[in-house]
């Protein structure tokens, strides 16, 4: 086994998201690096998601974005379900139908969720994907480590960047 040197606020970091998750730094990093790792029994299937190759071929915000609706609407269909049930009035981020969402807002781009019959605005800046994103996870029940880990990976153009230092 080799070994590196990391400041303490990236071990940190690293420590923070592999407990998290229930995973070893070693397997996060490989993951992270698209590299293989025996594999684990993830505690956390979102976190697995997230680190899946599946995941990290969506190049755009906004691809990942929907990946991540989509993912969320097929594991927690009722509550994803009462989630879009429950949007005040006002603009909604979700919808039944392309005329639902283009109907909050003549400007609105909408885009079908894969795999549902349910849409999404997509004209969002990134803090605002992020923040709607934490709102839906919240709601379904994900822990903050969770939500903000989930949150992060929009964004960011490769997973990988964000932990660059650790294999300088």
Known sequence: MKHIEISDDVYAALQELATGFHR???EVLSSLLNLPSAPTDAAEPLAAYILSPDFRTKFTDADKYVALLGWIAA????????FIRS?????????????????ACRHNQ???????????????????????LA???????????????????????????????LVA
């Not at 594991?75 to 009462?82: D, L, M, P, S």
Request: hydrophobic residues 40%; aromatic residues 10%; positive net charge.
């Open 135 to 165: 709102r839906v996870l919240e709601f379904v029940g994900y822990r903050e480590a969770v939500i903000d880990f989930v949150c992060a990976a929009i964004g960011m153009k490769r997973p990988h960047n964000r932990f660059a230092a």
């Open 24 to 26: 070893t730094p070693d």
């Open 87 to 103: 949007q005040s009035s006002g603009r909604r981020y979700l919808g039944l139908s392309r005329e639902e969402v283009l109907a």
């Open 75 to 82: 594991k927690h269909a009722q509550e994803f379900a009462e």
């Open 110 to 132: 909408a885009r079908q969720i894969d795999g549902t019959s349910y849409w999404a605005i997509m004209n969002l800046d990134t803090a605002t994907k992020r923040r709607f």
